[in-house]
């Protein structure tokens, strides 16, 4: 089945405006689901051709988001508690839209059960298999760009281990993955984890950051504590608890995952830091 017109969720934040850019350079017609017909401009930048109204919690706008496209791209806004009550809203208007052409966005190693949006993730790719089998499923790495504009201004602060091991992954790869999966026959009901092509610390991204940018970078370990009263203050309870638990499984066991699944999908060698860097430096 040819997808011509995909409904990408969350299209105005970070991921969404990826998969967007990687969907319409295919050739795909992408409409945007934003939260807010303020946002419309952001998902518009990003190609998209046009723009629903929907809200996540409530449901409001989805069936009508759901008419007339061929595949979704569901992913949940960043640290939300009832993050499988959206899943479900979202597979379930899939179905009864009659879609097959499913993508769920979730995370490396869900079922880690040291990190609760992991978990929630975890349960979010059982509520979406149970409406839709067909549904891939993709489990990212944490991406490059998380850290790219803290190297940008020299400085990389963590409130966690400066040589806890990751595979980190670059957001543009994996929208070329999330646009192969919905746009390409083969990859119904898999389950893909999509990592980098090294396993690097803290450390080593800032030597690398100094290396590629030709500035110096500091690798520094913020006190949880002192994360918590400072930029985490902001955030709701829950939100913080959630970075602190997984602030906490990184300076563990960092995040590290296999890279061959991406390569393979991609047809390429993944992006790795440096490569990231040198795009950002131009
Ligand atoms: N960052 C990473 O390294 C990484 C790695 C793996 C997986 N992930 C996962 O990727 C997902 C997306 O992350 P992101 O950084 O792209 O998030 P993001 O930039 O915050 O984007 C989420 C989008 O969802 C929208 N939204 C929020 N509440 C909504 C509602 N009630 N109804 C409709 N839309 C709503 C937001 O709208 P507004 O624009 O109006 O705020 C925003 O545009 C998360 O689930 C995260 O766990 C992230």
Redesign the pocket.
């Given at each position: 089945m040819t997808v011509t017109t995909v409904l990408v969720i969350?299209?105005?934040?970070?991921?969404?405006r990826a998969v967007t850019r990687a969907l319409t350079s295919r050739g795909v017609s992408v409409r945007a689901?934003?939260?807010?017909p303020d946002?419309a401009e952001?998902a518009y930048a990003a190609g998209a051709q046009s723009i629903s109204v929907?809200?996540?919690?409530t449901g409001r706008g989805l069936d009508e988001a759901l008419d007339h496209v061929d595949g979704v791209y569901h992913?949940?806004?960043?640290?939300?508690p009832g993050?499988v009550a959206i899943a479900e809203r979202v597979a379930g208007a899939a179905t009864r839209a009659g879609l097959s052409r499913f993508a769920f966005?979730s995370?490396?190693h869900p079922h880690d059960g040291s990190m609760p949006?992991h978990l929630r993730?975890a349960e979010a790719e059982k509520v979406v298999r149970a409406h839709l089998p067909g549904a891939t499923v993709l489990r990212?790495?944490?991406?490059h760009q998380?850290l790219l504009e803290a190297a940008v201004a020299g400085r990389l602060a963590v409130p966690y281990s400066l040589d806890a091991p990751f595979t980190n992954v670059d957001l543009g790869d994996v929208a070329e993955a999330a646009a192969t999966v919905l746009t390409r026959p083969g990859h119904e009901g898999v389950t893909y984890d999509l990592a980098g092509p090294d396993v690097i610390s803290v450390r080593d991204q800032a030597r690398i950051a100094e290396d590629v940018l030709g500035h110096p970078v500091h690798a520094m370990r913020v006190d949880l504590d002192e994360w918590t009263a400072g930029p985490g203050a902001s955030l709701t309870t829950q939100a913080r608890d959630d970075l602190v638990a997984m602030f906490t499984a990184y300076d563990r066991a960092g995040l590290v995952g296999d890279g061959s699944t991406l390569r393979r999908l991609l047809g390429r060698e993944p992006r790795a830091w440096a490569d990231v860097l040198r795009a950002a430096s131009g």
């Open positions: 969350g299209a105005a934040g970070k991921t969404g689901a934003v939260r807010s946002r952001r929907v809200d996540l919690e992913l949940a806004p960043n640290m939300r993050e966005h995370v490396l949006h993730k990212p790495a944490a991406y998380n």
